[in-house]
């Protein structure tokens, strides 16, 4: 038997020709076989699922999946220029580090540069166990690391800091809808997320 298991949702090339597991299926000449969706989520809270179904929007199943754990809402917040943004985020990546030494947390990114800058930022700060993922090296330890969001995927990170949640970075798209609902998705206990100038639809 062969089982092939994915989420639909996590689409994070912008460039494929996949359309659903019912396509795939029908071109390998399968037709007969039927596409299981699992209903359950168990990485991230209702809060936080209830969020990233939102933001999949058009893209979303017609029912959310169920969860088994509640949690703290998400947040959202604005900053007028990115040296506040990095400014609060630095205060309070290590506010959570002396409460919480051994939590993992990931600081995500949708392009390359976006996380080259925080991580910058942060390195000039108090912020402990700091590091800068470029090739999945992630280490699996506790502390802060920074990588894009396309690496991040298949993770989860105890807290979530998705920086650059504004327009331009993430336009109404289906790229963007999947990119931002896979970084949502990464979170385990508790998501924010940080925009500078106007926040993303």
Not at 38 to 67: C, F, N, Q, W
Not at 137 to 164: C, H
Request: net charge negative; aromatic share 8%; with cysteine.
């Amino acid at each position: 038997a062969v089982t092939l298991a994915g989420d639909t949702a996590q689409q994070v090339m912008g460039a494929n020709d996949f359309e659903s597991w019912e396509q795939v299926l029908q071109a390998l000449g399968l037709d007969s076989v039927n596409v299981s969706p699992l209903k359950v989520t168990y990485r991230s809270t209702a809060a936080i699922m209830e969020l990233a179904h939102h933001i999949l929007g058009p893209l979303a199943p017609k029912d959310a999946p169920a969860t088994t754990r509640d949690g703290v809402e998400p947040e959202l917040f604005r900053f007028k220029d990115r040296g506040e943004c990095f400014t609060f985020l630095a205060d309070a990546v290590r506010r959570l580090q002396v409460r919480e030494p051994n939590a993992s947390v990931a600081i995500l990114a949708a392009k390359t540069w976006q996380a080259d800058q925080a991580y910058s930022a942060l390195a000039r700060t108090e912020v402990v166990n700091l590091r800068r993922i470029r090739d999945h090296d992630f280490s699996f330890e506790p502390g802060v690391e920074v990588t894009d969001i396309r690496q991040s995927k298949g993770l989860e990170f105890d807290y979530v800091v998705v920086i650059d949640c504004d327009l331009d970075t993430f336009p109404d798209s289906e790229i963007s809808r999947h990119l931002l609902h896979v970084g949502v998705t990464r979170a385990a206990h508790q998501l924010w997320l940080l925009s500078v100038g106007t926040p993303s639809r």
